[in-house]
């Protein structure tokens, strides 16, 4: 009895957690996007650059970074590290086949919440504020993206998922941050959000 109260009440919990964290996220989407109505570096939301070569970049680009992500599953998730990822929330909710609104609102403004944060504000500010160079800019955008992911080590406590992490985002970062400034700000969100899904899958099915 005390063993299945101690379930419920973990359960409820998780949720609570949960509920916050994607109420912290909506709000934060919402504040992100009203700049935009006032010409806030209003240049990303367009497509610059429509060229054959940043065509192939994004293929290329999309299928290093699958690769890459299915090299990492392979060598890094073993074990413990495979056992762990079971209780990523994205994850979850794919194995528990109830979490619909996870999967179709709140991860999907989760990108959002990344890519205007890290590719928009950040590189919008080096850019047109600070008057970096590109290179340094897209470079400098990577390394805080990545150094944002030191918050999976203390969800799950496992060197191995806290480095695959921080090296799969920093070159996702250099990938899209070239994106940005080419095919703009929905292209970086949409291959964001598809590529991570695909990999999440993919460990999903691993899984079960």
């Known amino acids: 009895m005390e063993s ?20 912290t996220i909506t709000f934060a989407v919402i504040i992100l996007i009203v700049p935009l109505f006032f010409g806030i570096y209003t240049e990303f939301l367009i497509v610059n650059d429509f060229s054959l070569f940043n065509l192939v970049y994004l293929l290329i680009g999309f299928v290093f970074l699958l690769g890459l992500g299915k090299a990492m599953e392979h060598f890094m998730y073993k074990g413990a590290s495979k056992e762990t990822m079971k209780h990523h929330d994205v994850i979850n909710a794919l194995l528990n086949k109830d979490g619909k609104t996870i999967l179709f609102v709140f991860f999907p403004l989760t990108m959002i919440m990344e890519e205007f944060i890290f590719r928009y504000y950040l590189m919008g500010l080096l850019l047109f504020q600070l008057k970096l160079g590109l290179i340094l800019v897209i ?46 700000i ?23």
Do not use: D, M, P
Not at 11 to 19: A, D, M, T, V
Not at 191 to 198: N, P, R
């Open 4 to 23: 299945f109260q101690y379930i419920i009440i973990t359960y409820g919990i998780r949720k609570l957690e949960l509920s916050r964290k994607y109420l």
């Open 139 to 184: 470079l400098i955008s990577s390394v805080v993206f990545s150094l944002y992911h030191l918050h999976i080590w203390f969800k799950f406590k496992n060197l191995k998922i806290l480095i695959s992490y921080l090296i799969s985002s920093f070159l996702l970062a250099i990938y899209n941050g070239y994106l940005l400034i080419t095919l703009g």
């Open 186 to 208: 929905f292209v970086c969100i949409i291959v964001h959000t598809i590529l991570v899904f695909i990999l999440y899958y993919n460990f999903y099915k691993k899984l079960s």
